[in-house]
């Protein structure tokens, strides 16, 4: 049995993620609190290193902190079935498209905004005229109103 302690700017260094970050799940439960050494100090045990570098790892794919802590208490029980997973992995998928998608109609309109730009004087500058206009009629993003530039 591994028996290695590590304080806790050292679980800090080893998965990228600040001690005041470390403390923080510590106190919303998402991090079991570790056990103290004689003097007081945090003693983390590779367990919690595995679990503070899941959690960094969903956070970098963009999970949300609830569906980071789902997924935790899934990986808790290796023999249930993966069906749960497998659910918060597809809607945040579905999320990330939606996300894709609407940044690429942020591209397309701003590409547009720009191009019309004719490089003269900021009086008859598209961008700013764009930007002027509260009634969205320029915009061909849905919602805003507009039938494009």
């Known amino acids: ?50 679990r503070l570098a899941f959690i960094r790892h969903a956070r970098e794919l963009g999970f949300p902190l609830d569906d980071v802590r789902a997924l935790l208490h899934l990986s808790d029980d290796p023999d249930r079935p993966c069906d749960e997973a497998d659910a918060i992995a597809r809607q945040h998928l579905g999320a990330v498209r939606s996300r894709i998608a609407r940044l690429q109609a942020l591209e397309a309109e701003l590409a547009r905004m720009v191009d019309a730009c004719g490089h003269g004087k900021v009086g008859a500058c598209r961008v700013i005229q764009v930007l002027a206009d509260h009634s969205h009629e320029h915009c061909i993003h849905p919602g805003h109103g507009g039938t494009g530039l």
């Open 1 to 50: 049995m591994d028996t290695a302690t590590y304080a806790i700017g050292d679980l800090a260094r080893q998965t990228g993620t600040k001690v005041e970050l470390i403390r923080w799940y510590e106190r919303d439960g998402t991090m079991l609190p570790p056990a103290r050494t004689e003097g007081g100090h945090r003693a983390y045990t590779q367990a919690h290193l595995d």
